[in-house]
């Protein structure tokens, strides 16, 4: 049997989304798991999780003759890779990181860089409501205590629809807020 075919029996036996495999120099074999996704639900992958995952990937891996020298399993974190149309869903209206497999080119159509392959804005479906789309602004972040005059003009907000196999690598863009305040609601 495959890795790949023998770990996804295994996790999504034991009730959980396979999200990476990934095979690493010295022997590490690096499985991250996440719970099937559920509208409306937050549930988040624990250390007790990640223990039952390990006990049951040790043994069916051993059973098939896979050989690694250590096997590490763990939550998605802050910084999740998206790479299925349900992960895109899920994550609709989210902040993320993307990177494009190929620059622009000319249907930049002069709003940004013809060069430019990475982007962070927010996940979108787009205007048809088929596909995908990232949307930004080049405006710069607020610094902590700064004031920003009313007579400022915000800058132009950016559309750039795309496809997955457009897609080298899309991830949630990781936001901490340290100080655990939000912002106070405007009336």
Request: with cysteine; aromatic share 6%; glycine share 8%.
């Amino acid at each position: 049997m495959a890795l790949q075919q023998i770990v996804e029996e295994t996790v999504i036996g034991l009730g959980y989304d396979l999200v990476e495999i990934e095979r690493s120099a010295g022997g590490l074999l690096r499985i991250t798991i996440d719970w099937p996704w559920q509208p409306g639900s937050d549930a988040f992958i624990t250390v007790e999780d990640c223990e039952k995952v390990n006990r049951q990937l040790q043994f069916a891996l051993e059973v098939d003759g896979v050989t690694y020298n250590r096997l590490e399993i763990s939550s998605p974190g802050i910084d999740r890779p998206l790479r299925h149309e349900k992960d895109f869903e899920r994550f609709a209206g989210e902040l993320i990181d993307l990177t494009l497999k190929a620059p622009m080119g000319e249907s930049a159509q002069g709003m940004v860089s013809a060069n430019r392959k990475k982007f962070r804005g927010t996940l979108e479906r787009d205007a048809a409501g088929t596909g995908w789309q990232i949307v930004w602004s080049d405006e710069p972040a607020v610094k902590p205590g700064q004031r920003i005059s009313k007579k400022r003009v915000p800058a132009p907000l950016h559309a750039l629809g795309f496809t997955l196999d457009e897609l080298r690598e899309a991830r949630l863009a990781p936001v901490v807020d340290f100080k655990g305040r939000k912002p106070k609601a405007q009336a």
